[in-house]
C-alpha cells in the first residue's frame, strides 16, 4: 500500500514554472506506474502524464506535450512534474496516482496550481 502527498503547487504568472512532488511512502514504490492528473472546475479529471515502473515508458496528454515532464527517483520514492510555459487553462487541483498495471489504486490529495494570464 502506497501514502501519496503532493507538493509544490502555487500561484504564478502565465509563461512561468513550477515542479510539483509527490513523495510516496509504503511498500514496493518502485514496482508502481504512476501518473499525474488534474482537475479544473467543473471539468472532468484529466490524465496529464504517465511513467512506468522503471521510467522507461512516459506519455503526456496532448494539452501539455513539449511543456511538462514526468520524471520519478525509485531511491526517493518520489514523482516529479516539471511544468513549464504555464497557461492559464493549466489552472486546477493537480494529483498523483499510483498502481501496480494501473495508475489509480492509490492517491493523494492534490495541490493547487493557479496560472494568472
Known amino acids: 500500500q502506497l501514502q501519496l502527498v503532493e507538493s509544490g503547487g502555487g500561484l504564478v504568472r502565465a509563461g512561468d514554472s513550477l515542479r510539483l512532488s509527490c513523495a510516496a511512502s509504503?511498500?514496493?514504490?518502485?514496482?508502481?506506474?504512476m501518473a499525474w492528473f488534474r482537475q479544473a472546475p467543473g471539468k472532468e479529471r484529466e490524465t496529464v502524464a504517465t511513467?512506468?515502473?522503471?521510467?522507461?515508458?512516459?506519455s503526456y496528454a496532448d494539452s501539455v506535450k513539449g511543456r511538462f515532464t514526468i520524471s520519478r527517483d525509485n531511491a526517493k520514492k518520489t514523482v516529479f512534474l516539471q511544468m513549464d510555459s504555464l497557461k492559464s487553462e493549466d489552472t486546477a487541483i493537480y494529483s498523483c496516482g499510483g498502481g501496480i498495471g494501473n495508475w489509480d489504486d492509490y492517491w493523494g490529495p492534490g495541490t493547487q496550481v493557479a496560472v494568472s494570464s
Open positions: 509504503g511498500r514496493d514504490f518502485s514496482s508502481h506506474d
Open positions: 511513467i512506468s515502473w522503471n521510467g522507461r515508458s512516459r
